[in-house]
């Protein structure tokens, strides 16, 4: 069965630093993926998707995400972290109903 | 512009009582789709509509039930209200059954 993985049910990070939030899946064919972000009492918003082609995705607000068929992976990351960055991540795989596929998400915390 | 919208917010209602939550797109898209969130976040699926086609997953009671009045609309009904119903719902929408969803901002229902 297909399944998504968000091993950190939240992160703290100083403001300025680095991220990387993980996301493993299991799906026997090739995955669309997704990274949503949720802020506080708001709905979901996406922050890039891959369905294909170069394993490296940008997304708006400065993240990107590698798709790693070998490890099952694709984590976001994030090279300096802004406080507004506070929010709920939610990694996603559409199966093969289009379907998708939700993590429990991960909750990051920034510190000032 | 707002490209998917629900109403209302917020609400509050008491156990056996039936309410329905209202969404509408004006993407243009093709597929709607109504999910659950919990109070861990974590999101469940519930309908997915497509051109008169309805999906239902099948762990849904029946006492919910989606209604499309055409196909920029899909309404959610609920009868006999629960405790156990209290979660915030989103209402989402694609162009096509694999493409990117984009969400609504979600209806907190409280049930007493």
């Known amino acids: 069965a297909q399944s998504v993985t968000q091993p950190d049910i939240h992160i703290t990070v100083s403001e300025g630093a680095s991220l990387e939030l993980r996301c493993n899946y299991s799906?026997?064919?090739?995955?669309?993926l997704f990274w949503y972000v949720q802020s506080p009492g708001q709905g979901l918003q996406l922050l890039l998707k891959?369905?294909?082609?170069d394993t490296l995705v940008q997304g708006i607000k400065g993240f990107e995400a590698e798709f790693k068929r070998s490890q099952s992976s694709f984590n976001l990351r994030k090279p300096s972290v802004h406080w507004s960055d506070a929010a709920e991540y939610f990694c996603a795989v559409g199966d093969s109903n289009y379907q998708l596929i939700w993590g429990a998400g991960t909750k990051l915390i920034i510190k000032p | 512009d707002t490209a998917v919208s629900q109403t209302p917010k917020y609400l509050v209602t008491q156990m056996g009582n039936d309410k329905s939550i209202k969404c509408e797109q004006n993407l243009g898209h093709d597929t709607m789709y109504w999910y659950k969130q919990d109070s861990k976040k974590f999101l469940k699926i519930m309908f997915s509509?497509?051109?008169?086609?309805?999906?239902i997953n099948e762990t849904v009671p029946n006492r919910f039930s989606p209604k499309s009045p055409d196909k920029a609309h899909l309404n959610l009904h609920i009868n006999s209200l629960e405790l156990g119903d209290s979660a915030v719902y989103f209402c989402?929408?694609?162009?096509?059954?694999?493409?990117?969803?984009?969400f609504g901002p979600g209806t907190r229902l409280t049930v007493l």
């Open positions: 509509y497509n051109n008169k086609e309805l999906i």
């Open positions: 891959y369905f294909s082609g």
């Open positions: 989402a929408s694609s162009q096509a059954e694999a493409d990117t969803q984009y």
């Open positions: 799906y026997g064919a090739t995955p669309y």
